[in-house]
C-alpha cells in the first residue's frame, strides 16, 4: 500500500506563509486523486483541498479559497499545498489523503491512505 508522508509544517505568524508537502512512496500516486485536510484540537477533521490524477479538477474549503493553493508534482511523487495569508483559526495538524478512485468529494471515508500529519501553529 502506498505511504504518505507530510512535511513543512510549523509555527509561522499570522499573515505569513507555509508550504505543506507530501511525499507518495509509489508511482500509483500519479493515479490518485488526492486531498489535504486538518484536524484543530477538539473538532472533526475537515475537508481542505482536493486535486484530480493530472490536476484538472481543484477544490477547496470556502475558508480557504483564495489564499490557499494544491498542486502536485507527478514525476516527483508529492503534492503540494501553499498556504498564504495565515490566520489563527489555520492552527491544526494537516493531513494528506490518497485515492485509487476519481473521487471528486470531500468526505472522509472517500479516501483510503492518509499520511501521518504535520503540525502548523499560527500565532496571533
Known amino acids: 500500500q502506498m505511504q504518505l508522508v507530510e512535511s513543512g509544517g510549523g509555527l509561522v505568524r499570522a499573515g505569513g506563509s507555509l508550504r505543506l508537502s507530501c511525499a507518495a512512496s509509489e508511482r500509483t500516486f500519479a493515479r490518485s486523486n488526492m486531498a489535504w485536510f486538518r484536524q484543530a484540537p477538539g473538532k472533526e477533521r475537515e475537508f481542505v483541498a482536493g486535486i484530480g490524477w493530472i490536476g484538472d479538477y481543484v477544490d477547496y474549503a470556502d475558508s480557504v479559497k483564495g489564499r490557499f493553493t494544491i498542486s502536485r508534482d507527478n514525476d516527483r511523487n508529492t503534492l503540494y499545498l501553499e498556504m498564504n495569508i495565515l490566520k489563527p483559526e489555520d492552527t491544526a495538524v494537516y493531513y494528506c489523503?490518497?485515492?485509487?478512485?476519481?473521487?471528486?468529494?470531500?468526505?472522509?471515508?472517500?479516501?483510503?491512505?492518509w499520511g501521518q500529519g504535520t503540525q502548523v501553529t499560527v500565532s496571533s
Open positions: 489523503a490518497a485515492t485509487g478512485r476519481y473521487y471528486t468529494g470531500r468526505a472522509r471515508a472517500g479516501f483510503d491512505t
